[in-house]
């Protein structure tokens, strides 16, 4: 059975064990994050999974917000968003095409 997975996770490179942790135990398909905390020239990587993210920095230059979606589909279909919101959608195929989008 597929299955996905919600996390505000407050700092995504600071979560990153607990992250592998939880894939191992429950082999979500996708994993929607919330409050990642990543600038655009951050790196993350999780093996087997393609990261698609919008990133959020303050007028500082600080991180805060931002969202991501870990999908463990090798190309999954990334859907173009029109909107001011912190968002990502992508389209993946379970027994039927799901969309699924995380915003802040």
């Given at each position: 059975m597929a299955?996905?997975?919600s996390c505000?996770?407050?700092?995504f490179?600071?979560?990153?064990?607990?992250?592998?942790d939880l894939i191992y135990e429950v082999h979500p398909v996708c994993i929607a994050f919330q409050e990642t905390y990543l600038k655009p020239a951050d790196i993350a990587k999780i093996?087997?999974?393609s990261l698609l993210r919008k990133d959020n920095e303050n007028e500082s230059g600080r991180a805060s917000g931002g969202v991501a979606l870990l999908v463990s589909h090798d190309t999954p279909?990334?859907?173009?968003?029109q909107t001011n919101l912190q968002a990502v959608a992508v389209?993946?195929?379970f027994s039927n095409l799901v969309t699924i989008c995380t915003l802040y």
């Open positions: 299955c996905v997975v505000n996770c407050r700092g490179r600071s979560k990153v064990c607990h992250i592998k093996k087997r999974y279909s990334v859907i173009t968003l389209r993946v195929m």
